[in-house]
C-alpha cells in the first residue's frame, strides 16, 4: 500500500540580524508484491541580511523489486540544482543491484552498485556534459529503542573515464517518535565532490534537526 512522510525546518530573526532558513523533504512510497516505487524530494533555503547564502533542489525517482535471496533490482532518476556549487541542472539515470548482506527485525545492511547516465549543466559554461559513472553505496539502519532509529548511507561514485574524479556523498540520521505520527529528525550530511568546478569548494557539509510527520 501507500506511505509517506514529511519533514521540514524554519528559523527567522529580525533587528539588528534579519534572516530565514527553511529546508523541507517528502516521500511518498507505494509498495506491492515485489514492486517498491518511491518519490523523494528536497531543498533548502537561507537568506541573511537580504543575501541569499544557500538554495538547493533534489528530486529522486526510484524503483526496486524483489529477486530470489537477498537480492533486488535498483531503477532511478534524479534531478538536482545547486546555483552555489555552480550547478544549473543535473539529471541521473541509473539501473543495477542491491544485495541485503544482513537483517534481522531490528536493522539492516544492504550494499548496491548502478552503472548511470549523467547529464550536467554548469552556470557561466555554454552547453552540458554528458558521462557515466558507476554509483556504489552502502546503507545501514538500526532500531536503537522502541522509539529511536538511526539511518547511515554512504555513495561512491566514480566516473568511468577517469577513477579519481569522484564524488562521496553521506548521511547520518537520528529519527526519535515523539507522539503519535510526529517525530524528531537530528542528522549529519557531507558531499565532497573531487572534480569540483573552479571556484567551487570541493567539500559541502552540514547538519540538521526538524520535525517530521509520517502516513
Do not use: C
Not at 531503477?75 to 541542472?89: D, I, K, Y
Not at 549523467?118 to 522502541?146: D, K
Amino acid at each position: 500500500g501507500w506511505s509517506g512522510g514529511l519533514d521540514g525546518l524554519f528559523s527567522a530573526s529580525g533587528g539588528n540580524t534579519a534572516g530565514v532558513q527553511a529546508g523541507v523533504g517528502g516521500r511518498l512510497q507505494w509498495r506491492g508484491g515485489p514492486h517498491r516505487l518511491r518519490l523523494q524530494a528536497s531543498g533548502g533555503y537561507q537568506e541573511s541580511d537580504g543575501v541569499v547564502k544557500e538554495r538547493n533542489l533534489v528530486a529522486h525517482l526510484r524503483h526496486n523489486r524483489d529477486l530470489p535471496g537477498r537480492w533486488a533490482t535498483v531503477a532511478f532518476a534524479q534531478v538536482q540544482t545547486n546555483p552555489f556549487q555552480r550547478l544549473a541542472s543535473r539529471r541521473l539515470l541509473g539501473a543495477g543491484l542491491r544485495l541485503d548482506l544482513a537483517g534481522d527485525g531490528r536493522g539492516t545492511v544492504a550494499l548496491g552498485a548502478t552503472p548511470m547516465l549523467e547529464i550536467e549543466r554548469l552556470s557561466g559554461r555554454p552547453g552540458h556534459t554528458t558521462r557515466g559513472r558507476l554509483s556504489m553505496f552502502l546503507h545501514a539502519a538500526r532500531q536503537m529503542g522502541p522509539a529511536t532509529r538511526l539511518d547511515a548511507v554512504v555513495f561512491w561514485q566514480p566516473l568511468f573515464a577517469d577513477l579519481a574524479a569522484a564524488r562521496l556523498v553521506g548521511n547520518l540520521a537520528l529519527t526519535v517518535d515523539v507522539a503519535g505520527s510526529v517525530d524528531l529528525k537530528l542528522g549529519a550530511a557531507v558531499e565532497d565532490n573531487a572534480d569540483a568546478p573552479a571556484q567551487v569548494e570541493r567539500t559541502d557539509w552540514s547538519t540538521y534537526a526538524g520535525v517530521g510527520v509520517g502516513f
